[in-house]
């Protein structure tokens, strides 16, 4: 048994450094103000994926729904050791809730067909909601297991994964039958850095879209097809599908397809509270606890 795992992975904007020019008026954030990045927990779960092929063999498969710079991001996951890069964009995709999102994905997922098992990141950090993983699994109908810390066995024999999950106040052992989804949270596996001659092959790879924008205008549709074949042939093609290629209804896709609204979105600025001093002194530490006792806080 050869092993395939699907890494989905999100390019998403750096939410660690938001200050008031990235905000626009009406409260929401203005993502061509800030970098975009590779969604962190994703990056651990490739990790994890590359990790079962360093022991076991196979290939890995690394899967995105975003926009068409989403190939940067594919590029490093090359380097770091994929052998395939998907990329599904499509305007029509845009404004995509979980819901839409998760059935793209499931979508693309039948296209790509065998696979034993599915990693994610448990979320991203521009969304928080922790849904497009176990959303996932559940249209493909397979087994999921969320809040993934470790991978500790993985039987193709027997066909099962054994895996470590956090759960409140401790953690958990689960095994389950493959194929498999499977979320990782942060901190699970710090991720390899890129191999510098991966880096020197797939610097070069390229999506429809990036190889459409060296063809002018005076290039005929068969002068395009011939540097898609080339690319394909050298392996340095990152696939673009779009809505056709992954068979889906477009009602399903992107606003269409999204129940979820958001209302209102409102730019909070925390202020500090008003504070008291604490000598480092036994007396101060006393009056310490014998104002916290008092204000019922413990004791």
Sequence with gaps: MSLHTIVLVKQVPD?????????????TVNRARLPAIFNPEDQEALELALRLKDKHG??????????????????????????RAILVSDR?????????????????????????LIFGGRQAIDGDTAQVGPQTAEKLGITQITY???????????????????????YEILEAPLPVLLTVTKDAAEPRPFDVRRLCTYKRAQS??????T??????????DELMEKAKADDLLIETWNIEDIDADVEMCGLAGSPTKVHKVENVVLSGAEFKAVPATPDGMNDMITELMQDHIFG
């Excluded at 993934?148 to 401790?170: C, F, H, M, S, Y």
């Excluded at 429809?208 to 924008?213: G, K």
Aim: aromatic share 6%; with cysteine.
């Design 208 to 213: 429809r879209f990036e190889i459409e924008a």
């Design 92 to 116: 029509r995709f845009a404004a995509a809730d979980t819901l839409a999102t998760s059935y793209a994905l499931h979508k693309a997922v039948h296209r790509i067909g065998d696979y034993d």
């Design 58 to 83: 196979g290939k890995v498969t690394a899967l995105t729904m975003g926009p068409p710079n989403a190939a940067n991001m594919l590029r490093e996951c090359l380097y770091m050791g994929a052998d």
């Design 148 to 170: 993934t810390l470790e991978v500790q066995e993985l039987d193709l024999k027997k066909k099962t994964v054994r895996a470590k999950r956090a759960i409140k106040n401790g």
């Design 15 to 27: 939410t660690s450094n938001i200050s008031g020019d990235v905000m626009r008026p009406d409260g």
């Design 215 to 224: 063809v002018d205008d005076s290039h005929d549709l068969v002068w395009m």
